[in-house]
């Protein structure tokens, strides 16, 4: 049996960050997803989709993603019921989220977010250092810039 959920759409909230009473973190935030299609009008209509995340992963949810970022979850769907208080048994669709990754910076722009932001966070990963920005290329880089011998590459040698 197969269970497995991929959205990618933007946040229509904050998420919202709770701890269960043995301390465990849980975040919960909702995602607005385009249909594929246009209805008989012509215009596409948004599913808005509740996602539930756990553990370190719903704390750095909460820190990071903010209304309005691009983000992918990809999980488990999961119906639960429960009574309201008004005695009435309610039914929750909800995707259980595996691994959210974030697709966009959002429209902060100090540094220090910019900068320790990760990118995805499967569950307990750690986060990473920023990568260096790139080197441009300089001429005198080049180590066989003055090298006037020929090179001996046989066709074994190539890879392809």
Known sequence: MLNRVILIGRLTQDPEL???NSGTAVASFSLAVDRARPNQAGERETDFINIVV???QAELCAQYLH???????????????YENREGQKV?????????VRFLD???????????SAPASMPAGAPM???????KTPQYD???????SQMIDISDDDLPF
């Open 54 to 56: 756990w553990q370190k």
């Open 91 to 99: 039914r929750v669709a909800e995707v259980v989220a595996e691994t």
């Open 141 to 147: 880089d080049d180590p066989f810039a003055d090298d």
């Open 128 to 134: 990473s250092r920023p990568r260096p920005e790139p």
């Open 67 to 81: 209304k309005g970022r691009l983000a992918a979850v990809d999980g488990r769907l999961q119906i639960r019921s």
């Open 105 to 115: 910076r959002g429209d902060r722009t100090d540094n220090a977010f910019a900068q």
């Open 18 to 20: 709770r701890y269960t």
